[in-house]
């Protein structure tokens, strides 16, 4: 039996070749695209790190949405609405306490340019310590010697102070110094009398005349248990004889 020819293949199977290589162009085309997808597994390690790393991320402080459904042992505790609240009124402080300070040193400039305008800065002086702005008075620009009563030449000065401590609501304390030579008299039997005598004289005129809160003020006797100089000498004695009104600094502790 002859053995039947091999038909010869048709045109219809031709497409084969075609499909085969396109299907093979596009599977080197997937395979390039997930190679070049590759994920660096080091580097994807080390983001990973980083997220589970709290320290990197600033999160301490706001709560989160989701509870935590698997506590450890010793969770992180967040900051509780008492601190928060805390904080914020710490921080109100601070921006109070510098626009006071802001204040004293605007005061303090005023002050001096009146004492320069009027010639009073051999009298008086302003200056700025760590318990605020100190202004020193002479007791001859104030009262005559061994007396309490203020002097007509005191009021346009005490004028001027009772006008700047409108706009500061700073304390005040106003203190009474003295030299060391004794005094005895009906009224004032001692130093202590006669210091305590004059703060109070002042601080009365401030108030009295220009509507002043009154519970600002405080008076100090010192008597001579504060000299600037020595007690040896005229002069020395007049300078230790003083008025100090402190206009006090928010932020100073007084018991330091």
């Known amino acids: ?84 609240e805390k904080e914020l009124k710490d921080a109100q402080n601070q921006q109070r306490n510098q626009a006071e300070n ?12 009146f004492l320069t305008e009027h010639g009073l800065t051999d009298v008086i002086s302003a200056k700025r310590e760590e318990r605020g702005v100190v202004l020193v008075l002479q007791e001859n620009v104030l009262f005559d010697s061994g007396t309490a009563d203020l002097l007509p030449s005191a009021y346009p000065f005490l004028d001027k102070v009772g006008t700047l401590l409108k706009t500061v609501p700073n304390p005040i304390k106003v203190e009474g110094h003295t030299d060391n030579r004794p005094i005895s008299t009906y009224r004032f039997p001692s130093n202590w009398e006669l210091s305590g005598a004059r703060a109070g004289s002042v601080i009365r005129y401030i108030v009295t005349n220009h509507n002043l ?28 004889r003083r008025v100090e009104i402190v206009i006090s600094d928010p932020e100073f502790d007084e018991q330091q």
């Not at 802001?102 to 340019?113: C, F, H, K, P, R």
């Not at 001579?224 to 005229?234: A, G, H, K, L």
Request: aromatic fraction near 10%.
């Open 1 to 84: 039996m002859k053995r039947r020819k091999r038909e010869r293949e048709g045109p219809s199977q031709k497409w084969m070749t075609t499909f085969s290589d396109l299907v093979t162009l596009i599977l080197v085309f997937f395979i390039l695209l997930f190679s070049m997808s590759q994920i660096d597994l080091v580097k994807f390690s080390a983001i990973a790190q980083s997220f589970q790393n709290r320290s990197a991320f600033n999160f301490d402080g706001y709560p989160s949405v989701i509870e935590n459904q698997n506590p450890t042992e010793n969770p992180r505790i967040s900051k509780s609405p008492e601190e928060i």
């Open 102 to 113: 802001d204040s004293l040193q605007e005061l303090m400039t005023d002050i001096n340019a």
């Open 213 to 240: 809160d009154n519970t600002r003020f405080s008076g100090v006797a010192y008597g001579d248990t504060r000299p600037v100089v020595e007690n040896n000498s005229p002069e020395n004695w007049q300078k230790n």
